[in-house]
């Protein structure tokens, strides 16, 4: 027979032998289980600390970039440097005319404008583009032309998917208006 007293529980046995009733009095845990619990929880929480050190020793180097790209991220990117990059980035790269044309002003805006209009009929809303090809690029010379200008020579390597590489030569003429650099000219050679 079971019942619950005071959070205990008694269990009526019947001794074999001279068949009276002995009533033996355990707890739920016990002393002894309650020792087995509190061991089983301390090692749960020293295993706990020492996958938490773990997982703070592995992942250090993955915050460290992380703060880096940030303040990458968060970095001036109002350069001559920066925005010859950016807009190479963009049109050459990605060939995302559109994101260029935010990089660009003056004669470099008219030429993209008038690129965007050209592939305007052949790109189709909602149709997947040709994948294109993969470009690395070097600067090869920079010269400051005046405080507001700066001159940028490129070398870019273009590797399509099934062909040779092949080198083309950009120049970009950077230029400071109204605060901004922009790029103001791009010609390839």
Known sequence: MHRATGGRQQILDRNKRGGQATEHHRTTVGRAGLSRAMLNTRNQMKIGSNFSQTLRKNLL???????????????????????????????????????????VDLLAAEKLHDEIAR?????????????????????????????????????????????????????????????????????EY
Not at 148 to 167: C, D, I, M, S, W
């Open 61 to 103: 180097p993955f915050y460290i970039g992380l703060l880096m790209l940030c303040l990458l991220a968060c970095a001036d990117r109002n350069t001559p440097q920066a925005v010859s990059e950016d807009f190479i980035y963009n049109y050459y790269q990605r060939a995302d005319q559109e994101a260029a044309l935010l990089l």
């Open 119 to 187: 592939v305007q009929a052949v790109r189709m809303p909602g149709q997947p583009g040709v994948e294109p090809p993969k470009i690395e690029y070097k600067q090869l010379a920079r010269q400051d032309t005046s405080e507001h200008q700066v001159l940028f020579n490129y070398e870019l390597t273009l590797k399509p998917r099934g062909t040779e590489a092949t080198t083309r030569n950009v120049v970009l003429n950077t230029e400071r208006i109204n605060g901004e650099w922009k790029v103001v000219n791009f010609d």
